[in-house]
């Protein structure tokens, strides 16, 4: 359910509700990465991919990363949203409580929009009195990084590679993509259609198992945080659609 119906107004005919992009965007980065799963398996074999199939498993993937980090903004803002307007949606008196303790607590909007993302869900945890997830948490440095491939793909400034004898390496220590391969190497397995002696960020970086690993930890940290809070994850009617193959 991506609506949550508040009240009726005067009006019998008319119903105010409150939309959950957040629900949408979850929905959207699995079934992208389902898709591009879908192309990688029945191409398994295939040594190079047409224009029209690479094209498209590329835009499954870039996409469903993109959606995921959109989701973990989306659930925060909304709980922060439901918070400042009062729009409790709960009937337990608990959780009703919570959330105004929130809003207390944390009053000033400007400061919570400015917030870096994963501060505003460290804070409501802090408010809530509740612990907050410890910096080296594995959860919680998977997003971190989740979180700076989607920043370097929004923002997007080109460097330089080298192409040497062993391949393509990236033009100085502290590159974008170096940081990347470092990290990131071990998570998940690769682009099965890059070219072997590609850059790995983006080429290798950016298959299936990035955009799995961007859903399942998403998904893997928010559960957390709102077990941590005591609160009905917003998407929990929708499990089954979560689904990253």
């Known amino acids: 359910m991506d609506k949550i119906p508040l009240e009726t107004s005067g009006d019998e005919s ?3 509700f409150r939309d959950c992009f957040s629900v949408r965007y979850i929905q959207s980065a699995a079934l992208l990465c389902q898709l591009a799963f879908a192309i990688e398996q029945e ?14 498993h ?7 990363v993109l959606s995921s980090v959109s989701f973990l903004e989306s659930a925060i803002n909304e709980l922060y949203a439901d918070v400042a307007d009062d729009a409790y949606y709960f009937s337990d008196a608990k959780h ?28 409501i945890l802090t408010i809530a009195g509740m612990p907050s997830f410890d910096e080296g948490d594995q959860a919680f440095a998977n997003l971190r990084i989740l979180i700076e491939i989607r920043n370097h793909l ?10 040497g004898d062993r391949g393509f390496r990236d033009a100085g ?7 990347f391969e470092k990290i990131l190497r071990q998570k998940f397995a690769v682009n099965p259609f890059a070219p072997g002696n590609g850059p790995f960020f983006p080429d290798k970086c950016l298959g299936h198992g990035c955009a799995e690993w961007a859903v399942v930890n998403s998904l893997i940290f928010t ?6 809070l005591e609160l009905p994850a917003p998407y929990e009617g929708i499990r089954g659609e979560m689904k990253t193959r």
Do not use: C
């Open 14 to 16: 008319a119903i105010r």
């Open 43 to 56: 191409h398994r074999e295939a040594k190079e991919l047409p224009a029209d199939l690479q094209l498209r």
């Open 58 to 64: 590329e835009v499954f993937v870039l996409n469903s």
């Open 96 to 123: 009703e409580a919570l959330l105004r303790l929130i809003g207390e607590k944390w009053k000033n909007e400007k400061n919570f929009d400015r917030a870096p993302l994963l501060s505003k869900y460290q804070k």
């Open 154 to 163: 929004m923002h997007y400034t080109r460097e330089w590679v080298v192409l």
């Open 173 to 179: 220590e502290e590159t974008t993509g170096g940081k």
């Open 223 to 228: 559960d957390e945080f709102f077990r941590r």
